[in-house]
């Protein structure tokens, strides 16, 4: 559905940053080891660095 108050350039801009994002899970292997950023990390493992040792 079209939402009226919908600001496209801000939506661009969130697209051009994401996976810029570091720090949240600063100590975790995932981040620090392997170079997943916070954007990653919170939508590929579902905020859970640890989550990480499950992929292939």
């Keep these: 559905m079209y939402e ?3 600001d496209y350039d801000d939506q661009y801009q969130d697209d051009e940053d994401y996976g810029t994002h570091y720090g949240e899970f ?3 292997y995932a981040q ?3 170079g997943y950023s916070d954007d ?3 939508d590929a ?3 859970d660095p640890d ?3 499950n992929i292939d």
């Design 40 to 42: 990653v990390i919170n």
């Design 45 to 47: 493992f579902d905020g």
């Design 51 to 53: 989550a990480y040792w």
């Design 32 to 34: 620090d080891v392997e």
């Design 26 to 28: 600063a100590g975790s």
């Design 4 to 6: 009226d108050n919908f």
